[in-house]
């Protein structure tokens, strides 16, 4: 991996720069005083840590300094720091603090109650234990363990949408490389602030917003919490230049009220993913930035760049080393072929799985997981579990994940080309489908959350579905879930296997189609239940 900086580097290059490294509400630190303050809690882990056993420390926190400077403390000191999910409860967070071998969990003050009963030895950020702690080695000097791109620097949980989160093995180069990458690329420099609203736990936030900020001499803007409507006042009064973003949240800042003077703000560049065609284009025009949306995961083992000339809906050109792998052949898929009106004609042949041909990428393993990393490293390639269909100029455009094959009259269908199609409705925000057992494979089944103080009506929707000529009969959904809200992770991604579980069986009104005609009509939660 040459030429590949380290964490640790970056965080060297910083220790004697007065520019601002670190915004959180009204405090700032020098980047120099981060470096000194990430060499206390490197001095401060080393103390706590058995040196025989993995230095595995979790942190249950918000975005808030703590964080940013005790990722610094880890990267000089060779610990592992565990990005713990505060949305987590119970018995799964007390998995995943089991099966990442944390010996030690910090926690802030409210989020105590989540670890009172784990057996592993947790410390209160804000109480006076960890002041006490903190200004035991107030002297330790900036003084750094050596470190490769392939250390292990942190553990990130997958999402867990469509199962148990899984730890991702973060190594220095998997963190440092985008965080520089991205820095070249939109020309960031140390008059230039990154925003990160998008929790700290999670890949997107550090892979594509904290490291972006280290590797430019960025001054790092915290937010303790995504806040859609406190998005663009946080932006103007921390003068941010930079943000990161994951899918949803960018919508729910473009349903904000419009003002004459959104595009009145810093903000250069926003890049993420997974963010709606829709949304990319509108949040664009009206904040008067620049938005990059790539498609990427956790686990790093494969990265798609949408580009200005890349087609509506698309997910940017594959490149070389990518290819559309057909699920039960294994060879590559044909392109996919349109009808006039943009329907796809051959979707069984087309339809396949993402995989990088080249191998992992920076896919380093999961932690202690070697099932998982079998299921993603096949015969020297990297399989993303990621559906999608490619046009005959090489452009993909995403059709699910994997665990969201629908097997309908004997076709396999992905669930995305449908969603984008559900939301074309003007009164539907938000639009999912997901498989529910037929008496033979699945019906399609749609929860649909409609746009705030709008209305929809069977009849309606079911006239507006039989003019979409794009959706074949095979994906027309039988069943239709009116719902206020989706259940969704700490980044906002949707857990389907919640509503695929609940299937009709829920309080939310649910509507069926009708045999004959276009319309669909309500029905109670056990009529015309099929079952397996």
Not at 72 to 78: D, E, M, P
Not at 100 to 125: F, G, W
Not at 334 to 351: I, Y
Not at 503 to 525: F, I, N
């Amino acid at each position: 991996m040459s030429g590949v900086p380290t964490v640790t580097e970056l965080l060297l290059a910083r220790r004697d720069d007065p520019g601002t490294g670190l915004k959180f509400e009204d405090r700032t630190w020098p980047w120099a005083d981060c470096v000194r303050e990430s060499a206390v809690r490197a001095a401060l882990l080393t103390s706590l840590l058995d040196p025989a056993a993995v230095p595995h420390v979790g942190i249950l926190a918000d975005n808030v300094p703590e964080f940013s400077l005790l990722l610094g403390g880890a990267a000089l000191s060779g610990t592992v720091l565990v990005g713990l999910n505060t949305t987590r409860r119970g018995a799964a967070l007390a998995r995943d603090i089991r099966i990442s071998d944390c010996r030690l969990v910090l926690a802030e003050s409210a989020y105590l109650p989540l670890v009172a009963e784990t057996d592993v030895p947790v410390i209160d950020l804000d109480g006076p234990e960890w002041t006490a702690l903190l200004d035991a080695h107030q002297d330790a000097p900036v003084r750094a363990v050596r470190a490769t791109p392939q250390d292990l620097l942190m553990l990130i949980f997958t999402s867990g949408t469509s199962g148990d989160p899984k730890a991702v093995r973060c190594t220095h180069g998997k963190i440092a490389f985008p965080g520089r990458m991205l820095a070249d690329r939109f020309g960031l420099s140390g008059s230039d602030t990154v925003y990160v609203s998008m929790p700290m736990f999670h890949s997107n936030a550090i892979m594509a917003g904290w490291s972006v900020g280290l590797a430019a001499g960025a001054a790092i803007a915290l937010r303790r919490r995504f806040s859609a409507s406190g998005f663009l006042a946080d932006v103007r009064r921390f003068g941010a230049t930079y943000a990161n973003y994951v899918g949803k949240p960018l919508s729910y800042v473009v349903a904000t009220p419009r003002r004459d003077d959104d595009a009145d703000n810093p903000l250069r560049v926003v890049y993420g993913n997974e963010g709606a065609e829709a949304d990319l284009a509108e949040f664009g025009a009206r904040f008067g930035c620049h938005v990059v949306d790539a498609f990427g995961s956790t686990e790093g083992g494969i990265g798609i760049v949408r580009t200005p000339d890349s087609p509506p809906g698309s997910l940017g050109r594959l490149t070389d080393e990518v290819r559309i792998l057909h699920p039960d052949t294994g060879e590559p898929c044909p392109p996919a072929e349109f009808a006039p009106d943009g329907s796809l004609l051959n979707a069984a042949e087309a339809v396949g799985e993402l995989v990088n041909m080249a191998g992992p990428g920076w896919f380093a393993g999961y932690y202690n997981d070697p099932d998982a990393d079998a299921d993603r490293l096949r015969h020297g390639r990297y399989h993303t579990g990621d559906l999608a269909y490619s046009d005959a100029g090489g452009y993909a455009y995403f059709a699910g994940r994997s665990s969201d094959w629908l097997r309908v009259d004997g076709e396999n269908l992905g669930t995305a080309p449908i969603e984008r199609i559900l939301l074309r409705h003007p009164r539907v925000a938000e639009a999912v489908v997901y498989a529910v057992p037929d008496r033979v494979g699945d019906q399609v089944m749609a929860a649909l959350v409609p746009e705030a103080g709008a209305t929809l009506d069977p009849a309606e929707f079911g006239d507006f579905l039989a003019r979409q000529a794009d959706l074949g009969p095979k994906q027309l959904p039988r069943y239709l879930r009116i719902t206020a809200e989706l259940p969704k992770t700490a980044t906002f991604k949707v857990v389907k296997r919640t509503l695929a579980a609940e299937r009709w069986d829920c309080r939310d009104p649910v509507w069926r189609r009708r045999d004959t005609g276009t319309g669909y009509e309500l029905v109670s939660a056990k009529d015309d239940v099929p079952r397996r």
